[in-house]
């Protein structure tokens, strides 16, 4: 079973439509939760923590459920320049923390 | 300003013949790390440096080795590229491993084609 798991998408959405990811972890001992944004053939840049009480960011939102394992990200109003690959991201404490990435779902934001 | 540098942007090498990555920062960050993303997949950890200690994957091939020279710069050198080996390689920093909310900052990365 892989660490961090997502569903690859891709996800297909008109402008303006609110759009969820989710993405289960393996390890309970996760420390830390991330998504990142990853655009074709760029770099992964931090989107957002992922804290237990839950955060938003503008159109975003994030959530984690420690006691099922999965953390999920709500895009709200969908922007056609929100249509990139979605990392999930958790962090382990290997005798200094180690980030696990999953592998990504991909968005398509129609106009 | 680019905080993270890697060059080449686009890299093509051919069936084993070795190629060197480089990757600079102006943190002034601990931590380097390399990591080797192909198509549609995860980002997965070849090593990583804590300083001048240097932290290799359990499953990274022994065909990767790695340098830091010194705070500021890291390469991945790939001593025989096979055609699995073509990947986008990242490099990434950060100031310490010692926290779990530590952000990586990540270079452009290195696109690289074997042929």
């Known amino acids: 079973r892989k660490e961090v798991e997502q569903d690859p998408g891709p996800f297909n959405v008109p402008e303006g439509a609110t759009v969820a990811f989710n993405c289960t972890y393996s390890?309970?001992?996760?420390?830390?939760f991330f998504w990142y944004r990853q655009d074709c053939r760029k770099e992964p840049k931090l989107l957002m923590s992922v804290y237990s009480s839950g955060n938003e960011d503008g159109r975003f939102t994030a959530q984690l459920n420690r006691a099922s394992q999965y953390i999920s990200l709500l895009i709200r109003d969908s922007k056609l320049s929100d249509s990139a690959t979605y990392l999930c991201?958790?962090?382990?404490?290997?005798?200094?923390?180690?980030?696990?990435f999953g592998a990504g779902t991909r968005l398509f934001v129609k106009a | 300003d680019a905080m993270v540098i890697q060059n080449p942007r686009y890299q093509v090498t051919q069936f084993g013949k070795p190629v060197t990555l480089s990757c600079s920062q102006t943190?002034?960050?601990?931590?380097m790390y390399w990591y080797q993303q192909k198509s549609s997949q995860a980002p997965k950890l070849l090593f990583h440096y804590y300083d001048k200690d240097f932290n290799n994957e359990a499953d990274t091939p022994d065909n990767f080795q790695s340098r830091r020279p010194n705070t500021s710069f890291c390469f991945l050198d790939i001593r025989s590229p096979g055609l699995g080996d073509a990947a986008m390689y990242l490099c990434?920093?950060?100031?310490?491993?010692?926290?779990?909310?530590?952000?990586?900052?990540f270079g452009s990365g290195t696109q690289l084609s074997v042929l």
């Open positions: 390890n309970s001992a996760s420390q830390s």
């Open positions: 943190l002034n960050h601990n931590v």
């Open positions: 991201v958790v962090t382990l404490n290997t005798g200094g923390f180690k980030t696990i």
């Open positions: 990434a920093t950060s100031g310490t491993r010692q926290l779990a909310n530590e952000k990586l900052f």
